[in-house]
């Protein structure tokens, strides 16, 4: 990890601050000074001190749920001055890392914790993450199609943020969708994904000539926003700490498997047990390349509550 990155992490230090105090020479990792912010540091075997005090890693770990409303940065500072998350959660939680970003005119669940390993298992997983976006103008058969089956863009630039560096990108069959509105002018959907790259629903309809007016993220694996107010946070329940916990172990166990005959015997056909739970919802639709090829990782969804993924149906969303 970058010594910056580590130091925001594990303290109440903007990544921006932390670059101006390894810079000006208060940072010591492993007894001697380090001036250059992308220095590689081991976490639990690296010793880092910032103004004489150490900065550690924590054993235990806390997760909370934001329910981040329009109009805030998912970052600890913006040049420009534009409102942060971080001024509506209070100092007590400025040293939590988000699981991933919604942009700026992006609302609903978002999930920060104070351990980075944590945050980086939940980033890099391919659980289930549920949106439900309002589009200009219709859904098109050739959208169906592409959530059905993924889709290459060489030109990823519309949808993108005018600053991005990202200018392609490969978008993954969606887990399932389901269209609750069709009508010329707007058209409401929830879509399941299993990952969470830059702008990819806005960069994904942009595509097809459809911006996205409203984007809302519902849930994160069993972890759903339900009735918690705008601009508002809580603690994990003890279920969904249990599930995570869980998932967590299973990843740490699968990151042990580091010879090829493990890592080979893991993707033979034989040892992809199903993780998507039959669909209880007969207007949704998910495809069969989606379940196969996603996967490979174990869901922390709760057997109990319905899910957004299953069989294909061939019955007509709307």
Known sequence: MRLNKYIAHHSSYSRREADKVIQEGYVRVDG???????????EGVSVVYVSGKQVTPRDKYTVIIYNKPKGELV?????????????????????????????YASEGLLLLTDASKVA??????????????????????????????????????????????VTSMVFKPFIGYKIQKNEPNYSVLKVALSEGKNRELRRFFAHFGADIADLKRVSFAEIELNNLPTGKVRFLSRSEYSALFKFLKEENKEGKKSSPRESKKANTPESKKPTFKKNDDKNFKDGKKSVTKIGKKPLFKDDKKK???GKKTTKKSG
């Open 307 to 309: 899910s957004f993924t």
């Open 75 to 103: 970052t600890k500072s913006d040049p420009k001055g534009r409102r942060t998350i971080y001024e509506t959660l209070g100092k007590e939680y400025k040293h939590y890392v988000p699981v991933g970003r919604l942009d």
């Open 120 to 165: 980086s298992a939940l980033m890099e997983s391919d659980l289930e993450r549920i949106y439900k976006i309002k589009i200009k103008g219709e859904v098109t058969q050739e959208m169906e199609q592409a959530m059905l089956q993924g889709m290459v863009l060489d030109d990823a630039t519309a949808g993108g943020h005018s600053h991005s560096k």
């Open 32 to 42: 001697e000074i380090e001036t250059n912010p992308a220095t590689d540091v081991h």
